[in-house]
């Protein structure tokens, strides 16, 4: 079978931070127990791995994050994920006298940035229970979350004035983004949008709607838990009608798959998916007659 792999692949930036300081952190503190904070990024194969450096992913919600924080102590080394994470849950580290460290990416930062310091009523969109969407949530009291999962739904009785701040989770999809957008500005006088997706998550999005001639199949490598590897898939799956599209995070899951009636294959990643995986499937699609 003819394959390509669509670039950019792999990694972004944001996630390439992460796990390098992840992996620093770990040399550094070899006789210290270290936890990430939920997952340090979403992607299965990842978090399995840094199992194997012994570093404990602790599972949390909204509601019993707190009180799972309270339990660390100073013997502890706690990482936060690159989705970003409640503005709170350093403040307790920091009184119980816990050593932590922030690997969020930098575009998220900024959004929360803009956030604390926005002097105006803010509509975030975003999925509810996404860890960035909390986040981002946490930095205002004057902010109103649009729920990218519930579209059309916003109850804009409870806005204060027409010229609310708009921004947005980064892992959406632009084209999802593109119809909230014009639903909002039907809805609301003056709205100050500042779109914030992540450039690696754009550049992707725009190339697997624009497919080289030929492909027949479409392999989105990924886990389910990726916002923004789940966009890929439901865009190639919506907008290239003529051609097979298939979501899978490993070798073992595109095995399950009945691939005999294809010929040219594109692989397109999320940005947390390893290459190691990716070149797996390459090569498996690649011996294929």
């Known amino acids: 079978m003819k394959t390509t792999k669509m670039i950019p692949i792999s990694y972004c930036f944001g996630v390439t931070k992460a796990i390098n300081e992840a992996l620093k952190i770990r040399k550094e503190y070899q006789n210290k127990n270290i936890y990430f904070f939920g997952d340090l990024v979403h992607n299965e194969n990842v978090i399995n791995f840094f199992k194997t450096l ?9 509601e019993d994050a707190i009180s799972i924080l309270e339990k660390f ?3 502890d080394i706690v990482i936060f994920s690159a989705h970003g994470h409640d503005s709170k849950y350093e403040e307790i580290l920091i009184n119980n006298g816990v050593t932590y460290f922030d690997t969020t990416c930098i575009r998220v930062k900024k959004n929360l940035e803009i956030i604390k310091n926005a002097h105006k009523e803010i509509i975030f969109i975003g999925k509810e229970k996404h860890p960035e969407t909390i986040a981002c949530l946490s930095y205002s009291k004057n902010i109103h979350l649009y729920d990218a999962s519930n579209k059309y739904n916003f109850d804009y009785s409870k806005l204060k004035t027409d010229c609310p701040l708009i921004l947005n989770q980064t892992t959406l999809s632009f084209l999802e983004l593109k119809d909230i957008f014009n639903e909002i500005k039907d809805n609301v006088k003056n709205p100050e949008f500042i779109d914030e997706i992540c450039d690696a998550s ?13 492909v027949d199949l479409v ?9 923004n590897s789940t966009k890929l898939y439901e865009l190639s799956l919506t907008n290239n009608k003529n051609v097979k599209t298939i979501m899978v995070n490993s070798l073992e899951e595109l095995k399950t798959y009945d691939l005999s009636n294809y010929h040219d294959a594109l692989i397109a990643s999320g940005t947390s998916t390893p290459l190691n995986t990716i070149n797996e499937i390459e090569n498996y699609l690649n011996a294929k007659e």
């Open 54 to 62: 012994k570093i404990v992913v602790v599972p949390f919600t909204k």
């Open 219 to 227: 392999v989105v490598v990924g886990s389910k838990k990726s916002s």
């Open 202 to 214: 754009r550049v992707r999005q725009q190339k697997i709607l624009n497919l080289p001639t030929g």
């Open 73 to 75: 102590n100073k013997d």
